[in-house]
């Protein structure tokens, strides 16, 4: 080769680079306030030029993207006019499947936040104006200051009702401020400066410093009072992430997932009897003087498949209480399965005296909710499955000869391919509904 073609040759591979290199290039002062479409060559050059950028990771196929993209398509010019403004983008995970395997995108869409490079899930609301209202919340202050009472109102009303909500009375701002950006992604922080008696007895509290929890979703709150040393500090917030009582769903079990503690289970007939109200009022009070615990609580009306798990029929007397160590052994305290109609609070403690004794015995949990946790394999998890199948497949047809037919191909391979599909769309589905 001559060294003018080579010559040639290397200033074309340089003009290509410049050029893509240009092309890659963001700026937050650019940027028009539209959803950005992403690809494999600038998604972490979008990531690394603003600040905040909110990705959805799709499949064209996905019935739930399709449905998600015109709310993005709202929510991007009012994110863009935020004082810290959020982008939105999406990339095609489907197609660029390095991007995929990079983010760890096992179903669709998939949303991460970006905040300063690093991501986070989101798994909160997906209509336009939700969405906006709590994607403010990552640029939002770590610990919000309040000058006065009714700086509560505005506070509570603006953080909505997707996040527990620490409010500190008496409280320096920077008593919390360590905790309140290690837990930004999962609570809101503030502090009130001054504030009335007729505050005081509205959250019912009767002296500072003190800090209060609430979960507007639930209707419940609790307050703290120290001591504040950091150790009990962050005891106290990371037990108080969730509810004092959870009920079983789809979404509450995402939740519990980055709890380590054990789930003190109620099973009861019907949650919405007056009966099993009584009672998961009761469980609250326990609940507030044993936070080493999670107290949960479901319906076998309302999720049959899951109570059946826990040694629960039709002919089961209920209510029932479990404790689950939140993967597949539960444990059933000798002599407190059942609970009697009469003095169900005594119950309840004597039930965790006992559990705290020793006096249980171990148990696995039933294949429907073995088959329900199978359900929630990712798509990694199944191409690695199908992955170690075709080795398998290879290693065991090496040495077999086999004659080439031209315009042949296997016939199940379509039948297993839309099998796959249809499973994917399924999971999905499931997974990823609203």
């Known amino acids: 080769m001559s060294i003018v073609v ?112 690093v991501p986070t899930d989101y798994h909160g609301p997906r209509k336009a104006d939700l969405l906006v209202r709590y994607l403010k919340k990552f640029v939002a202050p770590d610990v919000t200051v309040l000058e006065s009472d009714s700086g509560i109102t505005e506070f509570i009303e603006s953080a909505g009702t997707s996040f527990p909500i620490f409010i500190g009375f008496g409280l320096d701002e920077s008593a919390i401020s360590n905790l309140a950006i290690k837990f930004k992604k999962n609570a809101w922080f503030s502090v009130l400066k001054d504030f009335s008696e007729n505050t005081m007895d509205l959250y019912d509290f009767d ?45 509450s079990m995402k939740l519990l997932k980055d709890d380590n503690r054990r789930i003190v289970l109620t099973i009861v007939e019907d949650e919405t009897h007056y009966e099993s109200k ?18 949960a609580y479901v319906g076998y009306k309302q999720w049959q498949d899951f109570a059946e798990a826990f040694d629960v029929g039709r002919k089961t007397p209920l209510p029932k209480m479990v404790v689950w160590d939140g993967n597949e052994i539960f444990f059933s305290v000798i002599g407190s399965e ?24 171990e148990k696995s949990l039933g294949p429907s909710f073995l088959g329900y ?9 199944i191409y690695i499955i199908i992955f170690l ?46």
């Open 338 to 361: 059942q609970m009697h109609s009469e003095d169900k609070g005594s119950q309840i403690t004597q039930f965790l005296d006992k559990y705290r004794e020793g006096k249980v015995i």
């Open 373 to 381: 946790i199978s359900s929630l394999i990712g798509m990694r998890t």
């Open 6 to 117: 080579m010559l040639q040759l290397s200033l074309c591979i340089v003009s290509i680079f410049i050029y893509t290199v240009s092309c890659h290039e963001f700026k937050e002062s650019d940027y028009d306030g539209k959803v950005l479409e992403l690809n494999e060559s600038n998604l972490d050059s979008a990531i690394s030029s603003f600040d905040y950028i909110f990705i959805d990771f799709y499949a064209p196929w996905c019935g739930h993207c399709k449905r998600l993209s015109p709310e993005l398509d709202k929510a991007a010019p009012m994110l863009s006019g935020l004082k810290k403004p959020v982008v939105i983008a999406k990339i095609n995970a489907d197609k660029y499947s390095r991007v995929a395997s990079k983010y760890e995108i096992d179903g669709f869409p998939t949303l991460k936040i970006f905040m300063h490079g």
């Open 389 to 434: 199948i075709a080795v398998v497949f290879l290693i065991a047809t090496i040495g077999k000869e086999e004659p080439l037919v031209v315009g042949t191909r296997d016939p199940s391979a379509a039948t297993r391919s839309s099998s796959i599909a249809d499973n994917r769309e399924s999971r999905v589905s499931a997974e990823k509904e609203d």
């Open 278 to 295: 009584e009672l998961i009022k009761l469980l609250r009070v326990a609940a507030s003087a044993n936070r080493d615990f999670v107290f």
């Open 207 to 251: 002296k500072v410093p003190a800090l209060l929890v609430l979960h507007p979703n639930f209707n419940e709150q609790s307050i703290f009072y120290g001591p504040f040393e950091d150790k009990f500090l962050e005891e106290f917030i990371q037990q108080s992430l969730l509810p004092l009582t959870l009920p079983i769903t789809g979404e």
